[in-house]
């Protein structure tokens, strides 16, 4: 055998071949479906096509396979099951079947788990061939012969050769046709695989007659009937490859080149050929091929009903006769099945039976009604056989329902579609056990909603290799019901759970109960509304309501089969009248007639005896009538009866599921309600088509028409709480329900039983306290949770009743939970609605995730051009299956306080966007991000994305997620804004990295060889690396640098170059004419996706990576939570921590650095939670890691300190030339001065003396760390920090020391939003020491400069700090109007977050303007109230004692005005537990401030005895408390005048004098008793959620005041 010729036989077996093109032609993708004997046949006329030639039958058994599939069904993971038992299965017989076609087999056939192949040649050639066939097997054997799973069941093969006359038939129509192979050989070939065993090749005695048989080693196992093949003897000269090149002179079709395992695939574009290979392939999968999709595409797990007919023919049947009887059959059967919507998948002879295989619900056929379509379809084919075909020995048919693998199986030059699951081998095993019945699981009875009485229980029987079949019956056929039926609503009203959300529903049927009551009229109500919109409870809900006011209520639950029966509806109706619908039979008649006596003659009582299965004696009157007469005349008796029954109390129907009505029975409910007074209540679907009677109903001017709509976020959320059980659920839940639910109360009831069922959520009891957890980050989830306001009120009145909460379990991914069967059910039936180019588009829009871009969206669809891919989102966004995403819906309104350079800013972005046109497609798609309306969507219809996600096979799963997450890497970095970068500074240099991967190569990239799951050839996913495309820091422009070569000395050249910066509108000088920062699209629509990814391909490295990523980008959106959320995946990542350090091992490998960075990254969140102790402990531990130890002692502080002063300069190391390693330590450095800082922060919550000496040794280190690092920001942010710390501890002189320094530092980088960012920290900084050294109006003029940055910037927590000290310098100035429009803007801006101290600011700043602000009003006082009694325990509060001092002290002065002295003495009690607790900052000595009028009242009011836990020693007390305000607040002298009076009526009052509350207390001429007296009109004008409304009661105009207002605003 030459070289170029063909490949020898060695590496034949190999099956190692190249790549075959990238995309193959039609033909060739139908030939790969379908065996060589079709493609190389020549088309006969006649029906059935039946052909005989000589041949070779190899079949191969794949045992154990069964016994595999039964393990997996009783773990009852179905999806997980089918995935790995699809896996195992197409791996192992992919290799089977590139063997055979190396040595030239045509594979037939692959059914279930056998697999059957064929070598066609001359008789003459037959004992060369069978040499070849047997070579085959015995390698096969020996490769394959055993499979060990890890589920420790073993895959053997059984083999069985034959030769001889194969028959080839070919049934069908035009449109469909099916090929099958019999004859003696063909039951020959099953009859060896029966009696081999396991690893055993077994001959049939005409092959081995046929064969040489001098070169096999047999035993012979069966006179006549079989051999057992053991080997081949090695005979000299005889040489297999000689052997193997003559053979192939015999196989017309095998392959000529090395490029693929068939010719088949190498076909010229032939348009006939095609047209008649079409006809071999299943619709479904044929529309698939048509739009292009790829093969690995096809594959889905879905729930399948599977109908498997069995015809079982006469030994003496011809074979021209049995051709023709199983064309006769399939012609039905594939006519009745396709009718009821399924498809005939294979047809397959197994000795004289034949076997029909059906499957409803494959992709594109899914309906709701599917397994009584395939009842019913099989009982209309099992009558017909029986009836037809008369050479039919048996017809069985059994009938199953369950989840499976529906797609290609085999390799890629040759597979199948095809179906696996254990519910396959069940029905195949029923068809044995329960021969010549139409038998069914019990599954495919409970959901095919059919009457029980068109079933019969069977006995139960032992299967082969099944353990639980479960129940199965017997399906008699569709009969008329014998009876009518019961009272009853489809559901029970839950006393626990109020009905949410459905007022305006509810009104509408008041309204017609009055219109009923009162105008004597018939009323109608229809609720119109999808399933599960909750129309049935709303009806439990009327039903209740109804019966509780005194009226009778005939409730009815309708069903499908119902329509079908004439008049069911108002017979039923009219028997739960009578009450004879729950009676026994033996006294019905007794009953009725005890019902009718004195409303009906007793002539006419034998009407009712065929509608209520009665018996009374036919008189002569009713005898003379006709049928037509007779029902007109019931129609009249059953109007009379109602007529006087509603006399005497009202009546109402409740009719559930309307639709299903018969249209006699709305007939007459037409005639009814326009005759008697009664109330109709019924609820409709929308889908259905309702009949002529039932549109006239809807258009009666007495019918009202009620669309019943989604239910609000809120009322949905609440909902969740009550089927929980708790009174809150964490964001991440609320996310989950929202985007899987949509309003839907059906969804949400069965998700939550889901959630519970799965014990995937952890409770927890909101009362107990675990003092000895909080300092634990495992534990935090459990304390921020109970820190957040109850989503509902407690479930039950009890006093003792416990009240919880819920968290998610730590290693729980809700992305990934998958649905309900029955909400999968429903999701997957409204997919297969859509075209199959649309399928496929949502199918790999729900791998990307909830919401995606389009660019990425067609990274995933392989030979999709951008106009198509436009044209189908559009048609799908037409029918609200997908919706573009619109950020600006989800944004608040514009803010009040409007910057003067607005349109300045948008006409300068205009200008930008032009000049950019022209950028690479890389950042244009960075920037698109940003472009929602073009260029994002996201998933508008429930479920639809969770369901679409399921259906993926898990290989092909990962791959898809792999490409995304490849596709995302590069983007996940900072905004071009923000100059890019890692959101965690320097992160990728920092990293321990391999090299970047080259990218992944595209999915249509087809092979020859390998399982037909697994064509993605992708690498390996990698970190970030050092060399991506984008730099950290650029090189600054000309402009730039010349403004930064202005070196601003003083405070005032440094306001003015800000005001001229302001000022001017070219995009060159500009302050706030850059590109917006598009950062948070990026966290949203790169960060967050990316780590789902990452985590779903199983990348944790990676995963960990970028949940640092998104955690410190969350941090910096100022969205604590999502970055608690984030770290707390990261954590699950890390593994349980043990009780010792050095027995810590991480399930994800991680650099210290990434370590640092974890602990620092927790310290911020925790900080921002109150979680004060353990902040500082992973403050630390984040520094030690870093190389930079924090001191414990005094002593360590003390040499630190020494240190820090003295050696931290002459111990820096020599500067490296090496970029990279720059690079590492800056990050380093970065992280070690934000470790710092927040460390400084922490220690100055406490005001004891040891406290300080931390912080001030924390801002040292932190200084000389961003001296170190050089970067001019970071040293102005730590002068910045300097300057703070020290006015906090009341050090006046380097406070503005070091706020000069900072001044001095800065070079106003304008054109780096860096820079900018510092600009606003230090000009926040200037407004607040002007408030605090008195000048207002320099400082309100200084707040509006640095809002209009930090606006512009999208930095909520400065911008927060920013109006808290906007507000108090306007408050102080008296300018309450300006203090009202500013607390406008921080409602905006924190209302809709979980920042529960700037909600403790802005209630502060509300109480203020109560006290003092001249009447107005931001929020009524009950509300403040209730924000505080319910955040006060809270660990965020009871750390920020500077803010809660002020708070007690306002809700103090607010009761001793309504002189509730005990309220007065209970908050100034808790008052002063914290005074010796603040600082010297301006929320604390606002505090004080208040705290001290408090006592000066306090010492008014002592005189008259009204205080029971005050001592008497309170004027000394007070006058202690007045010295250690000055000794404290030296740095806020704003408030020394009014302290200074205060003290002087102290004094005054020492010495009896006459002191006026009004004069003392009240300096600002308020009017807070007419607030406090109107405040009850007041709520009742003024909700929760209403945008900050203003309420003035009796204000005096200052129009003074109003004219600088509106200077300072415009």
């Not at 194969?166 to 060896?192: K, T």
């Not at 009953?591 to 008189?619: A, D, I, T, W, Y």
């Not at 330590?1225 to 931390?1254: D, G, I, M, P």
Request: with cysteine; aromatic share 10%.
């Amino acid at each position: 055998m030459t070289q170029d010729s063909t490949l020898p036989a060695a590496a034949m077996a190999t099956g190692e071949r190249e790549a075959a093109p990238p995309l193959w032609p039609a033909e060739a993708r139908l030939a790969a479906l379908l065996p060589d004997l079709l493609v190389f046949r020549k088309p006969r006329l006649s029906e059935p096509e039946l052909a005989t030639a000589e041949g070779v039958l190899l079949g191969v058994h794949v045992t154990g396979f069964t016994a595999l599939m039964d393990r997996f069904s009783l773990t009852c993971k179905s999806e997980h099951d089918m995935d790995k038992l699809a896996h195992i299965f197409s791996y192992y017989i992919s290799d089977i079947v590139e063997h055979v076609l190396c040595f030239g087999g045509d594979i037939l056939n692959i059914t279930g788990n056998v697999l059957l192949a064929l070598w066609t040649v001359e008789q003459k050639q037959l004992s060369d061939i069978i040499t070849l066939v047997a070579r085959c097997s015995l390698e096969i054997q020996e490769k394959f012969g055993i499979y060990h799973t890890r589920e420790g069941q073993d895959l053997q093969l059984k083999i069985g050769l034959s030769a001889g006359r194969i028959s080839q038939v070919i049934v069908g129509d035009e449109q469909r046709q099916y090929l099958l192979v019999i004859g003696r050989d063909v039951d020959d070939v099953q009859l060896a695989q029966r009696l081999a065993q396991a690893n055993e090749i077994v001959l049939s005695w005409n092959c081995w007659k046929l064969c040489e048989q001098y070169m096999f080693e047999v035993e012979i196992m069966r006179e006549d009937e079989a051999v057992k093949l053991r080997d081949m003897r090695i005979i000299d000269p005889f040489d297999f490859d000689e052997h193997f090149d003559k053979c192939l002179d015999y196989l017309p079709h095998y392959r000529t080149s090395a490029e693929t395992l068939r010719t088949a695939l190498e076909l010229d574009p032939d348009s006939a050929l095609e047209q008649t290979l079409r006809k071999h392939i299943m619709k479904s999968l044929l529309k698939k091929i048509d739009e292009g999709h790829p093969v690995e595409y096809v594959s889905e797990f879905r729930t399948v009903t599977m109908v498997l007919v069995s015809l079982e023919f006469h030994k003496t049947a011809w074979m021209l006769h049995l051709c023709r009887l199983i064309q006769e059959a399939a012609l039905y059967i594939s006519t009745v099945i396709e009718k009821g919507g399924g498809q005939l998948s294979r047809i397959f002879m197994f000795e004289k039976r034949c076997m029909f295989l059906c499957v409803f619900g494959l992709p594109g056929d899914k309906k709701p009604d599917e397994c009584a379509q395939a009842l019913e379809s099989s009982f209309s084919i099992f009558s017909f056989c029986w009836e037809n075909l008369a050479e039919t020995k048996l017809v069985s048919i059994s009938i199953t329902n369950g989840p499976v693998f529906c797609g290609v199986v085999g390799a890629v030059a040759r597979h199948e579609y095809t179906v696996i699951g254990p519910k396959v081998s069940l029905v195949a095993r029923m068809i044995t056990a329960y021969p010549g019945l139409v038998s069914c699981d019990e599954v495919t009875y409970l959901r095919s909603m059919l009457p029980a009485y068109n079933f019969k229980k069977l006995p139960e029987k032992m299967m082969k290799n099944i353990s639980n079949p479960g129940k199965i019956y017997e399906y008699l056929g569709h009969g008329r019901s014998i009876m009518f039926g019961k009272r009853h609503l489809a559901r029970e009203r839950n006393k626990n759970h109020p009905l949410l959300g459905r007022e305006k529903e509810l009104e509408a049927f008041r309204m017609a109960q009055q219109g009923c009551l009162y105008q004597k009229k018939g009323q109608a109500v229809l609720y119109e509304g999808g399933k599960g919109y909750g129309k049935s409870q709303l009806l439990a809900e009327i039903n209740f309501l109804a019966q509780k006011e005194g009226h009778r209520v005939l409730p009815l639950k309708l069903k499908e089969a119902d329509s079908k029966q004439c008049f069911y509806a108002i017979q039923t109706l009219m028997a739960i009248f009578f009450e004879i619908d729950t009676c026994p039979a033996y006294c019905r008649q007794e009953c009725l007639q005890r019902q009718l006596r004195g409303m009906v003659e007793e002539p006419f009582h034998c009407l009712f005896n065929n509608l209520f299965f009665v018996k009374f004696p036919l008189s002569f009157r009713v005898s003379r009538m006709d049928d037509l007469v007779r029902q007109r005349k019931v129609k009249a008796c059953f109007i009379q009866v109602l007529q006087e029954a509603a006399r005497e109390m009202p009546l109402i129907f409740l009719i559930d599921e309307a639709q299903y009505m018969d249209a006699a029975s709305w007939e007459f409910l037409g005639t009814l309600l326009s005759s008697v007074p009664i109330i109709m209540v019924m609820t409709l679907t929308p889908t259905y088509t309702l009949c002529g009677w039932a549109q006239h109903f809807l258009q009666s001017p007495r019918a009202i028409f009620v669309p019943i709509s989604k239910l609000a976020t809120t009322s949905l959320l609440r909902m969740a709480c009550w089927e929980l059980g708790v009174v809150s659920i964490p964001q991440e839940l609320q996310i989950y329900l929202l985007r899987r639910c949509f309003g839907n109360p059906l969804y949400c009831e069965v998700l939550c039983q889901d959630l519970l069922s799965k014990d995937i959520l952890l409770f927890h009891d909101l009362q107990k306290e675990e003092e000895e957890e909080k300092s634990k980050w495992e534990t935090l989830s459990a304390n921020v949770m109970k820190s957040t306001m109850y989503s509902i009120s407690p479930a039950s009145p009890e006093e003792h009743k416990k009240l919880y909460v819920c968290t998610v379990k730590d290693d729980v991914n809700l992305d990934t939970v998958l649905l309900p069967p029955s909400l999968k059910e429903i999701a997957v039936n409204q997919l297969d609605q859509l075209s199959p180019e649309e399928q496929l588009l949502v199918k790999c829009a729900a791998i990307i995730g909830h919401s995606f871009h389009i660019d990425l969206l067609q990274h995933l669809l392989p030979g999709w051009d951008k106009n198509k891919l436009l044209q189908v989102l559009r048609a799908l966004v037409d029918i609200h299956v997908l919706r573009w995403f619109n950020k600006s819906q989800k944004l608040s309104t514009e803010p009040i306080l409007v910057p003067s350079s607005i349109n300045i800013t948008n006409q300068t972005k205009e200008k930008k966007k032009k000049s950019d046109a022209g950028s690479g497609s890389f950042l244009r798609l960075q920037e698109e991000l940003s472009l929602p309306q073009t260029e994002v969507l996201e998933f508008g219809m429930p479920l639809l994305r969770e369901a679409a996600w399921e259906l993926w096979p898990k290989e092909q799963q990962i791959a898809l997620h792999l490409e995304c997450a490849c596709f995302l890497r590069d983007l996940a970095c900072r905004c071009g804004s923000c100059h890019g970068g890692d959101f965690v500074p320097f992160h990728r240099f920092a990293i321990c990295s391999t090299k970047s991967s080259n990218g992944t190569s595209r999915f249509c990239t087809y092979r020859d060889t390998g399982s037909v799951l697994t064509q993605v050839i992708t690498d390996k996913l990698q970190l970030p690396s050092s060399q991506d495309s984008f730099q950290f820091h650029t090189k600054p422009s000309r402009t730039q640098e010349a403004f930064s070569s202005e070196h601003c000395r003083t405070e005032e050249e440094f306001l003015d170059q800000v005001s001229r910066k302001l000022s001017q509108t070219s995009p060159e000088k500009g302050l706030l004419t850059m590109k917006p920062c598009h950062c948070e699209e990026i966290l949203k629509l790169v960060l967050s996706p990316l780590t789902q990814h990452c985590l779903v391909i199983g990348e944790t490295t990676c995963a960990f990576y970028y949940l640092l990523e998104a955690a410190a980008a969350s941090l910096d959106l100022s969205d604590n939570y999502m970055a608690f959320f984030y770290l707390r995946k990261a954590s699950s990542l890390l593994g349980q921590r043990s009780a010792f350090s050095f027995l810590r091992k991480h399930k994800v490998k991680i650099c210290r650095f990434e370590e640092a960075t974890f602990c620092c990254l927790r310290s911020e969140v925790c900080f921002n939670m109150g979680q004060i102790t353990l902040a500082k402990k992973l403050a630390r531990q984040a520094l030690r890691l870093l190389k930079r130890n924090f001191p414990w002692t005094w002593f360590g502080v003390l040499f630190q300190t020494f240190l820090e002063k003295y050696w931290h300069s002459c111990s820096l190391s020599q500067p490296t030339s090496n970029p990279s390693e720059i690079k590492k330590k800056l990050a380093v450095l970065q992280q070690q001065v934000h470790c710092l800082s927040l460390l400084w922060q922490l220690y100055n919550l406490e005001a004891t003396a040891s406290s300080r000496r931390f912080a001030c040794l924390a801002t040292l280190m932190q200084k000389n760390s961003a001296e170190e690092f050089a970067s001019e920001a970071q040293i102005v942010s730590t002068y910045l920090d300097l300057s703070q710390l020290s006015q906090n501890m009341g050090n006046r002189e380097k406070w503005l020391h070091c706020e000069q320094i900072a001044i001095q530092k800065s070079t106003l980088c304008w054109f780096s939003r860096e820079g900018l960012l510092t600009t606003a920290q230090l000009m926040q900084a200037l407004a607040y020491t002007k408030l605090c050294l008195g000048h207002l109006d320099f400082s309100i003029k200084l707040g509006f400069q640095a809002h209009e940055i930090c606006r512009y910037l999208k930095k909520p927590a400065l911008e927060n700090l920013v109006l808290s000290v906007l507000f108090r310098s306007a408050f102080l100035k008296k300018k309450f109007d300006l203090c009202v429009h500013v607390l406008e803007s921080q409602w905006a801006l924190i209302s809709q977050g979980h920042d529960v101290l700037g909600l403790a600011c802005f209630y502060s700043a509300c109480l203020d303007l109560l006290l003092y602000g001249k009447g107005l009003l931001c929020r009524p006082f009950s509300e403040c109230l209730q924000f505080i009694e319910h955040y006060e325990h809270s660990c965020v509060l009871t750390s920020q004692s500077n803010v809660m001092l002020g708070i007690y002290s306002s809700l103090a002065m607010w009761f001793a005005q309504d002189a509730q002295w005990d309220l007065f003495e209970h908050h100034l009690s808790k008052a002063c537990q914290l005074v010796k607790r603040t600082n010297a900052s301006l929320f604390g000595s606002h505090g004080f401030v208040r705290f001290l009028e408090c006592h000066v009242l306090m010492l008014q009011k002592m005189p008259e005895g009204i205080f029971m836990h005050i001592p008497s020693e309170t004027r000394s007390q007070t006058l202690k408390y007045f010295k250690e305000f000055f000794s404290r607040c030296v740095t806020c002298p704003v408030y020394h005048q009014w302290v200074s009076e205060l003290k002087a009526s102290v004094m005054r009052c020492g010495k009896r004098e006459s002191m006026y509350f009004t004069s003392i207390i009240r300096p600002f001429d308020n009017h807070l008793t007419r607030i406090w007296l109107e405040e009850e009109s007041l709520e009742e004008n003024n909700s929760y959620g209403r945008n900050l409304g203003m309420e003035r009661f009796d204000r005096v105009a200052d129009v003074k005041d109003a004219e600088e207002t509106q200077e300072y605003m415009c």
